[in-house]
């Protein structure tokens, strides 16, 4: 069965520090991946996805095959990037997603 | 304004209630989901509908049931015989051709 983890409940780091959020699945072929965040008092969004390529907010992702690893990273962190991030793959035939459990990004200033 | 509406928004009940939460859609899509999100587990699939009068279990789908009579709106009921359903309860949907999910307000339920 598809599986995401997250390892870190919690990443705190300082304004203008690097930031990687780390995410690794198991899929067997080739997935598609998400991050979506969910800030203070917004709903969960999609922040960006690997098929598209694009930097959002000064973040980017790519997939690694051979590592099966799809982690965030920002090289300056905000403030206003304090949020939940979720890493989610597609769950196969249908449209599921397979979410992780969520990283915490607090930045301190 | 378009987009995903859930309601209530909190949502109080009494140990051997059934209750309904509702989540409506005007972004035309096939697809509607339900999970349910607590603390240090992430977002967990309840059920999952792809087309109208269908709907599948999800990985924790007992104590919950779910009806999808027209395209635009996905309730799901949370039974009595959901153990432990003090949770936030989020509602999303996507179009068939397309992975992307997207998400509602959500609704916190407390049993008291």
């Known amino acids: 069965a598809q599986r995401v983890t997250q390892p870190e409940k919690l990443l705190s780091v300082f304004k203008g520090a690097p930031v990687e959020l780390k995410c690794n699945y198991s899929?067997?072929?080739?997935?598609?991946l998400f991050w979506y965040v969910q800030y203070s008092r917004q709903r969960l969004q999609l922040l960006l996805r690997?098929?598209s390529r694009e930097s959002i907010k000064g973040f980017t992702a790519d997939l690694n095959k051979g590592e099966t690893s799809f982690h965030l990273k920002k090289p300056f962190a905000q403030e206003e990037d304090s949020a939940m991030y979720y890493c989610?793959?597609?769950?196969?035939?249908?449209?599921?997603?397979?979410f992780g459990t969520g990283t915490l990004l607090a930045v301190q200033p | 304004d378009g987009g995903i509406t859930q309601s209530p928004k909190y949502l109080f009940r009494k140990e051997g209630q059934n209750v309904t939460l509702s989540c409506e859609q005007n972004?035309?899509?096939?697809?509607m989901y339900w999970y349910r999100q607590d603390p240090g587990q992430g977002l967990r699939l309840i059920y999952y509908?792809?087309?109208?009068?269908?709907?599948q279990k999800g990985d924790i789908a007992e104590g919950y049931s779910v009806s999808r009579e027209k395209k635009e709106s996905f309730p799901l009921t949370v039974t009595s015989a959901q153990k432990n359903p003090t949770a936030f309860y989020l509602c999303?949907?996507?179009?068939?051709?397309?992975?992307?999910?997207?998400f509602g307000p959500g609704t916190r339920l407390t049993v008291l």
């Open positions: 989610a793959t597609e769950g196969g035939a249908t449209n599921k997603l397979i």
């Open positions: 690997h098929i």
């Open positions: 509908s792809q087309i109208v009068n269908d709907f």
């Open positions: 999303a949907s996507s179009p068939m051709e397309d992975n992307e999910q997207f």
């Open positions: 899929y067997s072929g080739s997935p598609e």
């Open positions: 972004l035309n899509h096939d697809a």
